[in-house]
């Protein structure tokens, strides 16, 4: 592929979202359309949103001309799934709607996905050591896993910046993947939305013409995501001989690139299950919002910081990857994770942490008194 394409889609993506968000915000201001902020939220004013209809648009067009590069038809599983998320992400950013409701839709969108004979993972290449699987248990992992990445995108839609620097983390890594493995559609895909967030950050990050994409911009870009991680794991060992890891590592290597919104989820949703609430129930437990609480970090330092730390971890990883096997990898990920946790745990001073650090404070000293106590009687009756 000539490399003056790959340049017309990114420069046409940013160009087109560029000049189309200012149209988004004066409409929101003007039907009065504005994210009015509660005891959650992390800005202090009314904000315009809708800002992620132009990932949409953008994407339309984008998957239009990529029609050339789409031999196997591809671009017809797109459009079902990302309407429906357009969809019910304007209704959820104007009406605010319930999880469940969301859900479904997702569920739906993936539905269409999942028809994608291209998609398919037959096999995980000897990852601990599983090689094919049934296609029944692919169409239940694969729908589970892209429903997971969908909702942790947009769950660390929180802050200003912290959901477009994260998505432009992950998208430059499968820009770089589908150029090395010659998979041109999904790197043209990946670039046209790279573009399309990058002119959106430049809004996002804005005092004076701020936007936020809202559930409609986050619910698609996640969905995108998605995509891009399943069609990395369905790659055949051709395609791997030019990637710098070992086959069998490729879908520890997915999980590090989407190390920051799994973590968060994971993280958010023990800790409401362990305070006996419904997983899918707002909180301000998340990452960043320990960074700008405690820690005093403005937005933008605090989603420079978050998504720095996703691209080093990648680079950390893929350097372990390609000479480890996933054995040892998947040990080193899982004190890494449970180190991470211990750090925040320490640093998240919420109400909730609090309460919960003092609950187990008073049953470890009712415990220990009553453990002394048993102790004190035993003496006395010897």
Not at 11 to 30: D, H, R, S
Not at 173 to 180: A, H, K, S
Not at 286 to 296: P, Q, R, T, V
Request: with cysteine; hydrophobic share 50%; proline share 4%.
């Amino acid at each position: 592929m000539p490399i003056y394409y790959p340049i017309l889609f990114f420069c046409g993506a940013y160009v087109l979202t560029f000049f189309t968000i200012p149209k988004i915000i004066g409409l929101v201001e003007n039907k009065k359309l504005m994210d009015e902020p509660n005891n959650r939220s992390s800005h202090q004013k009314k904000t315009p949103t809708l800002g992620g209809v132009s990932f949409f648009y953008t994407l339309i067009f984008t998957l239009f001309f990529l029609k050339y590069w789409d031999q196997e038809y591809e671009t017809i599983y797109f459009i079902p799934g990302l309407t429906i998320l357009l969809i019910i992400g304007l209704k959820d950013d104007l009406l605010v709607l319930s999880p469940y409701t969301k859900l479904a839709a997702q569920l739906c969108a993936v539905g269409f996905l999942l028809m994608n004979n291209n998609l398919v993972v037959h096999s995980l290449n000897g990852f601990l050591g599983i090689g094919e699987i049934p296609l029944y248990l692919y169409y239940l992992i694969a729908g589970f896993f892209m429903l997971t990445i969908i909702n942790a995108y947009n769950l660390i839609d929180g802050i200003d910046g912290l959901a477009a620097i994260v998505g432009i983390v992950i998208l430059v890594l499968y820009t770089t993947i589908f150029y090395v493995t010659k998979h041109y559609f999904y790197m043209i895909l990946s670039l046209s939305l790279n573009g399309s967030l990058m002119a959106f950050l430049a809004f996002n990050l804005s005092s004076t013409r701020k936007i936020f994409m809202g559930d409609t911009g986050s619910l698609i870009v996640g969905f995108i995501i998605s995509i891009l991680t399943i069609k990395f794991l369905s790659l055949t060992p051709e395609n791997y001989e030019d990637l710098p890891f070992l086959l069998e590592n490729a879908p520890l290597i997915a999980i590090s690139i989407l190390i920051v919104p799994l973590f968060d989820t994971a993280r958010v949703f023990t800790i409401r299950i362990a305070n006996k609430k419904s997983p899918f129930s707002p909180d301000r437990n998340h990452i960043h919002h320990i960074l700008i609480d405690y820690l005093s970090l403005s937005h933008r330092n605090a989603s420079l910081i978050i998504g720095g730390f996703n691209l080093l971890f990648i680079v950390l990883f893929v350097g372990l990857a390609s000479t480890s096997k996933n054995h040892y990898l998947l040990v080193v990920l899982i004190c890494f994770i449970i180190g991470l946790a211990y750090l925040f745990f320490r640093l998240d001073y919420s109400i909730t942490n609090i309460k919960r650090r003092v609950s187990f404070r008073k049953k470890m000293k009712n415990f220990t008194g009553e453990v002394k106590h048993g102790s004190e009687k035993i003496k006395r009756k010897k």
